[in-house]
């Protein structure tokens, strides 16, 4: 080929008018380098005229498509160049990095093999192996490939951060971190690597240092994508999540369609509770890059919060076929659902399936802590031991999971000892990521009640939306408000609706609920209680009844009758120390800021039972009704029926087989309600005495 | 976009900047609000003048949308023109990734010279767009050749091509569009200050000036102007129309008139669509029209070399006049380009340069009303014309 003399004719003005095709490429070569794109693609397309399908010209023309952004383009281009006989292997070793780039992996895959097969020691064709490898899930050979290449190649900083980057996702931390700092030391002003060494920061909790790395790799490139997603995974991670979207915003402000952007846009707006946006927002990711499992499990997330299970299912099945990287996060996500969808075979057969291909699961090692009982010489429990022991350095949340995780199992084991070392440091290791003020709290919650004493209420009572659809259940977290909901749902003219954060937000919109009351016109109320029926009305499904359990509600319960006359309000209640400890042994999905510090969740409670007492002599009979938990253990139809009479409907059986009602329930409490009514929830403390003392000091309870 | 949005928008086109700022601040009162509204407000308070009272919003800006590039260019001008010119030119290299200027972005395949030592490399500098920008910013060639020692290969313009030559301090010359020889290194010619690190104590920098007349032009013009009576003053009232602040930078003949006052002797060196206007002086003024005579850059440089100043609006001329280091007066508009910083009659790119500047958006008769008083002074009357000028550098 490179001896080949045939004459093209070149109207490139400042060029002789015959050349050799070799004359022709060296010259189309020259003017790219000088940045002359035109010159360089008129002798291309020379050559191509003479010699349609030569490989070099076909190439220079795919890496300019490549420069100007038409990787598409590229890629057309680059494959026929391919097709020669005697192919550079340097030709292969880039269509497998495009390919890769448009998420073509078994094809780039494919052309690097080739590439290397060719010519074993191209280290670019090693490194764009083994990042495809990487991506498609294939992390031990990627690490091969890429150890290949810095075995070649000591001083390739490049090499040096796609090693750091599978060996961060093998889970080694600590390997990883080093191939960064290599990377950095050989290439300071290398903004990938400052962006992934940020990202392995947060992983191990050191926002601040991680932010700040991520900030250099954004002052080298502004436009660095992957640096937007890290900073707002760091501020997820600390529960920032306006800060969070503001770094997506700013990606997707000059990058409107970056799957990876708009992804993780979705997943920080299921963290504030805004499932509709982030359906929104993922199915756009999902249009965007269809084959991206970053973009489907965003999707599968945002479906789930929004209550659509089986749409999730798809969308967690499919990034599950896909393979690569997002694998087991869709199998935990699977399971979740399959758990809340009451088919608990189903679930423990994904979590043990993702812990047999990915043994330091702590995410999937939590919920399958929840869905068994364990003795103390349960093999399994050794395995989360291994984990969470010095040997192995995990990701801040994951190491976090473990925790929770071995608290439960060595709970259930009666170790309390163990059981509270591993919560104390589970507790201790989530109460880091954010900032919580009891004090505040105490104020603010004593505020409410200040405001909406019992004159007031009187004064304010009358208006509002008529509606006897409205049941709130209420209480503190862990009382038993799932179980009572799920009671409740099984009767024919019932729908459990789950937590709703209609009720805050329309709150919060005037202020918050101090503030409302200040503002409550009886125009005000109308228009309050409308918007919540309204959203009600789209969950309801015709219904006479609909339950919203949002435990939170009982700071609003207060305000509930002014805004929906009809509305009928369960408060439920457990004993202190039960729902406390119930609380300290959970890792919460949603915001529960008062749990992690036993003190602070003592205080809290205290908090609660004062504001309770105030609308106890607030709130008029008929509209408000207390149940213990512990009572409606002990006397199951006693209590339904005393609630379904309140709620005023007629008597139905099903209530009393709550426990067989296919219907979702997503709350921590989700494998309990699957059960007939045992006792082991009651009492269930005392052997814990010990270990909760500083809980029931703050409670101010006595030594029993 | 928001009903404010749109309002301040069409404030800022109407120029009402001070009723665009306070629909803003009242918009932005909470101390949040949309980036949209931050950056107009920038600009409205930076548009009236004051523009170090701009510079925190738009660095607030440039911090929380790091990859928004036009906010970074809106910093770049507004930290150039304040003299900050470390952050500036750093803030300046991403004149090329705006939505208007990504298209003519040139990828070049070789790395861009970071400013240090590479003895033994090629360095290709290529010019940009702005013929006034090559001719200020040349100067840096034979500097980067210094700090690099590499061999230099400077890509210019055609039409500024002899001048370039005759400048010397690099090893061999191209022509833009033709095929450089092999390089390993290039730096974009307005990139020179950010890869060096260009400061305002650097300049003007040596040699100044750094640019000559051909002689044998210069022999010629200094024939076709002996019988003029001095001083010879060069008058240019008009930019490229296709500049972005063109309304804004230029100016008109008419305008001129009150120079006439002072007997001088007025050139039109005036190129462009307006230089017909030169035919038809205002009253009074002597104004001899050079315009059709002017070929190329060769002839305007040895006209300002034969000449006793060029009173000028801010255009190529100007800096070709301060790298042959002639005298010029140069009338700025309100708000003036970077290149000009804020407030100061003079200018550390060029000595012998005085600027005039507008006392408010659009005020050219209080520019005008200055230069009359100042070539009053620089030749009293009864003494118009008989000594060769040359203007004593300001400060």
Known sequence: MSGAKYQVMNTTPQSAPGLSIDQALAQAHAHWDAGQNIPAEMLCQQVLAV??????????????????????????????ACQAPRVAPVYLSNLAEMCRQRGLLAEGEEAARRAVGLEPTLVGAWNNLGIIQQEAGKLEESLASLTRVVGLKPDDALARNNLGNTLKRLGRLDEARQQYEAALALM?????????????????????????????????????????????????????????????????????????????????LVSMERPDQAVDVALQAVSAAPQSGDALLALGEALHAQGQLDQALLAFDKAIALGGLTVEKAMINRASVKTEQGDKEAALADLKAVIERFPNSASAWLPLSDMKKFKAADPDIARMERLAGPGVLLARSEATAVRFALGKAWMDAGDAERAFEHLNEGNRMMRETFAYDADETSRWIASIGQALDAKTFKRLSGGGAPSDAPVFVIGVPRSGTTLLEQILASHAAVHGAGELSAMRTLTDAYGGPAALVSALTPDVATQIGRDYLAEIAKLGGGKARVVDKMPSNFLLAGLIPLVLPGAHIIHVKRDPVDTCLSCYSKLFAREQLFTYDLTELGRFYRDYEAIMAHWRKVLPADRFLEVQYEAVVDDLEGQARRMIEFIGLPWDDAVLDFHKTKRRVRTASVNQVRQPLFNTSVGRWKPFAKQLRPLTDALGLLEP | MSQVELEARNLIAQDRLAEAEALLRQALASGSGAASLWRMLGAAIRGQGRVAEARPIQELLVDAMPGDLSMRFDLAETLLVLGEFERGWREYHYRYQMPHTTR??????????????????????????????????????????????ARVVLEINHEMHSLAARMGGFDAITLRGQLPPTFDEHCEMMSLPMAMGLKLEDLPGSPMPYLTADPERLALWRDRLKDLPRPLVCLVWAGRPTHLNDARRSMSLPMLAPLASSGATFLSIQKGPTEGLATEPPEGMTLVNLSPEIRDFEDTAAILTVADLLISVDSSPVHLAGALGRPVWVMLPFIPDWRWLMHREDTPWYPAHRLFRQASPGDWDGVVRKMVQALAERSPPGKTGQRRGSVKPPR
């Open chain 1, 51 to 80: 010699w349609p399908g030569q490989s070099d010209a076909l190439h220079l023309l795919g890496l300019m498509a490549y420069a100007f952004g038409n990787v598409d383009l590229a890629i057309d281009n680059l494959r026929r």
């Open chain 1, 188 to 268: 300071p002003n290398y903004a990938e690597a400052h962006s992934n060494l940020g990202s392995l920061l947060n992983d191990l909790g050191r926002s601040d240092e991680a932010l700040a790395s991520i900030r250099r790799a954004m002052d080298i490139n502004p436009r660095l994508a992957d640096a937007y997603i890290n900073a707002s995974g760091v501020e997820t991670a600390r529960r920032r999540y306006d800060d969070a979207l503001r770094w997506i915003d700013g990606l997707l402000s000059f990058a409107p369609l970056h799957p990876g952007g708009l992804a993780a846009k979705a997943s920080v």
């Open chain 2, 104 to 149: 003519i972005e040139r990828k070049v395949q070789k790395p861009r010279w970071d400013g240090r030592p590479i003895p033994g490399k090629t360095l290709l500098i290529h010019d940009e767009q702005g013929y006034g920008d090559t001719f200020q910013f040349m100067r840096m060639v034979p500097w980067a050749k210094a700090r690099s020692g």
